[in-house]
């Protein structure tokens, strides 16, 4: 029993922090199309925000919850305004220049941090279930994750701003003919999608190992996720978060992480096969 | 007429190329010898990622993922082989299955050239921490153990078909990875010629036109995924063959940045362009390795950016197209004259 709970509570943290780590690349993508290959890149901006924050003796809370995704936001508005506005409709060529930008900050942190690692301490503590020992940080991120996407399903489906976002989803020249200006949403996106990378960073920052190259570790399941997902904002990263983080903490418990990291990958490439356009392609069609 | 006479000087720029090879022990010190070895071996592999890129439309952002598997199959084999030809032939057939398999979901998914990119890019980097985690006794294939993390050193090198007790010297193996580039280049040539290639070109430029011609677009470019796979891990077993030893890092998310610079500087669309960026880049990274200030990702990914930005189509097309436009020729090659292009 006491197993079950915490198998279960792998489960969910699994999930949750598939939602984390996929949110800002799913909003980017759902909205521009585009796949940011810096994703990884942002997210370890967000860890270093936080660890060079707390080190400054700022409240750790404060640090993950406010400065990561406020600096990482800023950074993904002057991404955009700097590079990716000149390669709009260039869908290939904006991968490879987020791809070049990647290894632009990678190097530009390994010459100004060095290549070892920093991090935080966790600022919960742990609690006991039966013989088994487990951090309270894990519900933690779960209820990040659920806030995440409540709020961004508050965002687009009950204000203005959200309204706009949707019109220019569905049909970017539509809403330029309405009084719209497509680029300005663009911006915003990129922005808010690179501000949900950074959160996630400073999420991450106390229970990973904080080094420039930390963003390979989590792109892969980012992209995973978001392909298996399909073009949906929400549906798509929520319900390919569900299934893989499912199968990946199960297939994780039976044989090994990395294992398990095969399984998911092997699921979702299936997945492809049967549903090209992603689950949400094929089940939430037209929905956020 | 104009494809026998590009044909013509292919083959009049391999000949020299060849006779520069079988000279270079003459004249260049063993140290240099090796590093021109490695710098051949990379370039077939750009040539791997050039063809199905360039003339398959193929994105393939994990062509890692075939090198690392050739070198890895060629590391095992040989060991426990003990001669390198068949470890070589293995060392292409284990990309080229792997190759059709993936190729296979991918490409008869439907799915688009993003979602293509991504999924190669997850794959190398799903393999590079799969091998990374076989480290111990338990993770070995009959003789050769897999090290994890550290790798497979001591991988015996090429000998002498049939003759596994005559070892190459590096300057023979230096010949043998020069003639192979050569070869796997002019290989690569006549199938662009052919009717293949050309119907491979007309799918790239028109995949519904070409479907609607009666090809289906799917088995050629599973085709062409698979001969791409093929090449690199051919190029893994030359790597391998360079340094006696192979390590996860060849499955790293460095190196699939390196391959795609090497394409994208170099020109999409050409051959030659692929081997020319392969070698200026590897040249460049050498001399940056040699000094402390500037971090070779960053320099890589500036490198990347710029020619994204500001020569999207490469060295070798925008330099033919200032050729041409000199000539009075017109601005810019029409497409069909990408197949043709000069060495």
Same mark, same amino acid.
């Given at each position: 029993m006491d197993l079950a709970i915490i198998v279960g509570l792998d489960v969910i943290s699994g999930i949750a922090s598939l939602v984390l780590i996929s949110a800002g690349l799913a909003v980017i993508f759902g909205m521009?199309?585009?796949?940011?290959?810096?994703h990884g890149e942002f997210l370890m901006l967000g860890a270093y925000a936080t660890v060079l924050s707390v080190s400054a003796g700022v409240n750790i809370w404060f640090a993950m919850l406010v400065i990561a995704p406020v600096f990482v936001g800023l950074v993904g508005v002057i991404v955009e305004r700097c590079l990716i506005q000149f390669l709009y409709g260039r869908l290939v060529d904006t991968m490879l220049a987020t791809w070049g930008l990647s290894l632009v900050i990678v190097g530009a942190t390994t010459m100004i941090f060095g290549n070892t690692i920093v991090g935080v301490s966790s600022p919960l503590g742990g609690f006991q279930v039966g013989a088994y020992q487990s951090s309270l940080y894990t519900p933690f991120l779960a209820l990040m994750a659920v806030f995440l996407m409540t709020a961004v399903f508050g965002v687009m489906r009950y204000t203005r701003a959200g309204l706009i976002a949707r019109a220019v989803m569905q049909n970017p020249e539509m809403a330029a003919t309405l009084g719209v200006n497509p680029a300005r949403v663009y911006m915003a996106t990129f922005g808010a999608g690179a501000a949900m990378s950074g959160l996630a960073g400073g999420l991450l920052a106390p229970v990973a190992g904080v080094?420039? @190259?930390?963003g390979a570790a989590y792109i892969a399941k980012a992209f995973i996720t978001v392909v298996g997902g399909g @073009?949906?904002?929400l549906w798509g990263l929520i319900s390919a978060s569900g299934l893989f983080g499912f199968i990946n903490q199960i297939a994780a418990f039976l044989t090994t992480p990395v294992f398990g990291e095969v399984i998911l990958f092997i699921a979702a490439v299936v997945l492809i096969r049967l549903l090209p356009t992603g689950i949400a392609g094929r089940f939430f069609k037209g929905r956020l | 007429m104009q494809i026998l006479t590009g044909m013509k000087g292919a083959l009049i720029g391999s000949v020299i190329a060849a006779a520069a090879i079988i000279a270079a022990p003459f004249y260049v010190d063993l140290f240099q010898i090796m590093q021109l070895t490695v710098f051949a071996a990379m370039a077939v592999l750009a040539l791997s990622l050039g063809f199905i890129? +360039?003339?398959?439309?193929i994105l393939c952002f994990g062509q890692t993922s075939f090198f690392g598997l050739g070198a890895y199959a060629y590391a095992v084999s040989a060991i426990n082989f003990g001669d390198s030809t068949p470890a070589i032939l293995l060392a292409i057939l284990v990309p080229v299955v792997f190759a059709a398999l993936l190729g296979y979901f991918m490409i008869y998914g439907g799915i688009s050239d993003v979602y293509l990119g991504v999924i190669t890019l997850t794959v190398s980097l799903i393999l590079f921490n799969l091998v990374n985690s %076989? #480290?111990? &006794?338990?993770?070995?294939?009959g003789e050769a *153990? /897999?090290?994890?993390?550290n790798g497979i050193p001591g991988v015996p090198t090429f000998n002498l078909p049939g003759n596994p007790g005559y070892i190459l010297t590096p300057e023979q193996a230096w010949m043998v990875t020069g003639i192979a580039l050569i070869l796997v280049y002019l290989g690569l040539r006549v199938l662009i010629a052919s009717s293949f290639g050309r119907i491979i070109i007309a799918i790239r430029e028109n995949e519904t036109r070409a479907a609607l011609l009666g090809y289906d677009p799917r088995i050629y470019k599973l085709i062409t995924f698979m001969i791409g796979g093929a090449i690199a891990g051919f190029a893994g077993a030359l790597y391998v063959n360079w340094g006696a030893f192979v390590s996860? %890092?060849?499955?790293a998310l460095g190196l699939s940045a390196q391959i795609i610079i090497w394409v994208i500087i170099g020109g *999409? +669309? %050409? /051959?030659i362009g692929p081997v020319i960026g392969c070698l200026l880049l590897q040249w460049m990274v050498t001399e940056i390795g040699?000094?402390? #200030? /500037? &971090?070779a990702n960053f320099i890589l990914g500036a490198i990347l950016i710029i020619f994204v930005l /500001?020569?999207?189509?490469?060295i070798a097309p925008t330099l033919r197209d200032l050729a041409l436009s000199r000539l009075g020729r017109g601005e810019t090659a029409p497409p069909e004259a990408r197949v043709k292009v000069k060495t």
């Open positions: 521009m199309k585009i796949i940011n290959l810096a080094v420039p @190259t930390m @073009t949906s904002l | 890129w +360039g003339y398959g439309g %076989t #480290a111990g &006794d338990f993770y070995k294939i *153990r /897999l090290g994890g993390f996860p %890092t060849i499955f *999409r +669309g %050409t /051959l040699a000094q402390q #200030a /500037l &971090d /500001l020569v999207p189509k490469g």
